[in-house]
């Protein structure tokens, strides 16, 4: 089974950007669907965006300012997050659409702080 790790989170004020990383180990994930999901404190886990095959789809709020790419030569999605508003702050989780449909292989996550 696939492993993925996050990695690209930091603390960054509002305005900025941040690239997440989301790489895969033990297998890879050329062929599935990824998307990128965000937990902030105290509310649910959110979808953010997927990328599959060429294709990608975006929540209203991550449109226009975050873009999901992946580079299948090193087994990496990016979520790149530009004009960063406090309420992106959320720890992001990345996660491999599984043939029933539903998301599996999280991986542990990376914080996301934007200051305002």
């Known amino acids: 089974q696939v492993h993925l790790v996050e990695s690209g989170g930091g603390l960054v004020q509002a305005g900025g950007s941040l690239r997440l990383s989301c790489t895969a180990s033990?297998?890879?994930?050329?062929?599935?669907?990824v998307a990128w999901f965000r937990q902030a404190p105290g509310k649910e886990r959110r979808f953010v965006a997927v990328?599959?095959?060429?294709?990608?789809f975006y929540t209203d709020a991550a449109k226009g300012r975050f873009t999901i790419s992946r580079d299948n030569a090193k087994s990496t999605v990016y979520l790149q997050m530009n004009n960063l508003e406090p309420e992106d702050t959320a720890v992001y989780s990345c996660?491999?659409?599984?043939?029933?449909?539903?998301?599996?292989?999280w991986g542990q996550g990376t914080q996301v702080t934007v200051s305002s």
């Open positions: 996660a491999v659409r599984l043939p029933t449909g539903a998301y599996g292989s």
């Open positions: 033990g297998g890879t994930f050329n062929s599935d669907a």
């Open positions: 990328i599959s095959g060429g294709e990608t």
